[in-house]
């Protein structure tokens, strides 16, 4: 009975420190993003899954709201204690790439049988690129094109959705009907990011970029809008509304045309009680460069973590799940190669195609480490030229000086 005893004693013990031998040998990834706050999300779902699977791994998720992950990121990298992994919306990637703050991971996407770069559209691969090197890897991406009432359309005798801004505005003044409290054209042209995601485009079609805003055909578009505001063919309120609200009144019947994303179809399909489309982001002039924004997060490992082997081996799993992320969390994977799976919803299925097809030609903001300051000057100029503190050439002609103070 001792000797019983004693065998299961020390088969406990062994037990024990035959379990503790793989514990000590495991790494701990960091991994911060904004997913899992509000609602389950790519990033925490992933990185659960990740952890699940990988015995030597143990990772730590940690979810931030939007406002905060920049700077809670910024101050963590400074004090050490940064994550291993963190993903940014794209725009913010390149301040952290300029500053040395991600790892340069260009060869080991070259040797990955996993990643690869061809396989992304340009936008998305642009906003992880910085001197020449990756830093990261899209995560999902989104743009934005035009949505249009197809029963309102019919109604004023417009039989396609329009291909130019002049277009637009014209398609705007037929279509707005004071009487049924609709308007021609909603969109947004807010003082913040979203006002700089939606003018951006017109910019670049015009032959400029974040770092040349005072085209000639800049400071006409800027012109268009405030006339189509001014005429009362778009409500006062896009000066102030951000795309959630703006596009609300599409969906209610209120705007016969809206300047949105893909993120909206979803609420559209529930809520709109009308027929409606989407088509491309119109073009200056007819038969002119296309543009578009580019939206979505990027996934990128920090140069001060210990364990880069590891956090590669993450990302390489986040990339081989990209075929999920429609399906499951409504995202457009930033892949050429992954076709988006039919829902059997034809509005759903046709809007999703075009967003596809935009994306061939939708740039990225920046990138540039002083994003947030350029796009404020972007967006101030918008702001006095269609309230009329300022004519719309001046205004961006102030915007490309305060623009070329920080780029050089």
Known sequence: MKLSTFGLAAGIALGALLAAGPAMAQVTLKIWSIDGVDRPGIAD??????????????????????DDL???????FATGNAP?????????????????????????????QVIKAENYFPGPLNSVTWDGKYFGIPKYTDTIGVFYNKDLFA?????????????????????????NNVYGVTFSARAGEEGTFQFLPLIQMSGGDYSNVNTEGAVAALELWKKIIDNGWASKDVLSLGQWDSTGTFNSGNAA???????EVDRMVEDAKFDWGV?????????GTRSSALGGFDWGIMSTTKHPDEA????????SQDNRIFEEFGSIPPRSDIPLPETGIALKDAALKVFQEQLQYAQPRGPHPEWQKISKAIYDAMQKALTGQMPAKDALDEAQATIKGIVG
């Open 45 to 66: 779902t992933f990185s659960k899954e990740f952890d699940e699977q990988n015995e030597d791994i143990v990772v730590e998720y940690r979810g931030i709201p939007f």
């Open 70 to 76: 920049v700077n809670e990121t910024l101050r963590a």
């Open 84 to 112: 291993d992994i963190v993903s940014f919306d794209n725009p913010d990637f390149a301040m952290f790439s300029s500053r040395g703050a991600m790892l340069d991971i260009t060869d080991r996407i070259a040797n990955s």
């Open 155 to 179: 109604k004023a005798g417009i039989t396609e959705p329009p291909k130019t801004w002049e277009q637009v505005a014209e398609y705007a003044e037929k279509l707005t009907d004071p009487a």
């Open 257 to 263: 045309m809206a300047i949105s994303g893909p993120w």
């Open 279 to 287: 088509a491309l982001l119109p073009t200056l002039t007819d038969g």
């Open 312 to 319: 590669f081996r993450a990302l390489e799993y986040f990339a």
